[in-house]
């Protein structure tokens, strides 16, 4: 099983910025689709951006466009969520996942990804 390990996550304040990362274990990454997904206290997982296989589409939730950017060097295996403007609703635990269809867009569903990450704490405060 291939591992995701997320980093860079950590306490800001609003109006901040964070860059997280998402490593894979192995370079079939470069294969699929991936996505980051943020889960609040108390509340349901929810998408928040995706990227298909080569880094040419990207996918965003609406409450993110224009201050979040996925992007993705696939020479690393490695996938960036860059977030500007942060918020304090935002605060949450934020999740890499892995599309295991080959070749394929990228998905704004969760249970179109088959493998995650175990989360990297994001805090904003007010």
């Known amino acids: 099983q291939v591992q995701l390990v997320e980093s860079g996550g950590g306490s800001v304040q609003a109006g901040g910025s964070l860059r997280l990362s998402c490593a894979a274990s192995?370079?079939?990454?470069?294969?699929?689709?991936m996505g980051w997904f943020r889960q609040a206290p108390g509340k349901e997982r929810e998408f928040v951006a995706a990227?298909?296989?080569?880094?040419?589409?990207?996918s965003y939730e609406h409450f993110v466009k224009g201050r979040f950017t996925i992007s993705r060097e696939n020479a690393k295996n490695t996938v960036y969520l860059q977030m500007n403007s942060l918020k304090p609703e935002e605060t949450g635990v934020y999740y890499c996942?892995?599309?295991?269809?080959?070749?394929?867009?990228?998905?704004?569903?969760?249970?179109?990804?088959?493998?995650w990450g175990r989360g990297t704490q994001v805090t904003v405060s007010s």
């Open positions: 990227i298909n296989w080569s880094g040419g589409s990207t």
């Open positions: 996942a892995e599309d295991r269809q080959t070749y394929t867009y990228e998905k704004t569903w969760e249970k179109e990804y088959d493998n």
């Open positions: 192995e370079r079939t990454f470069r294969n699929y689709a």
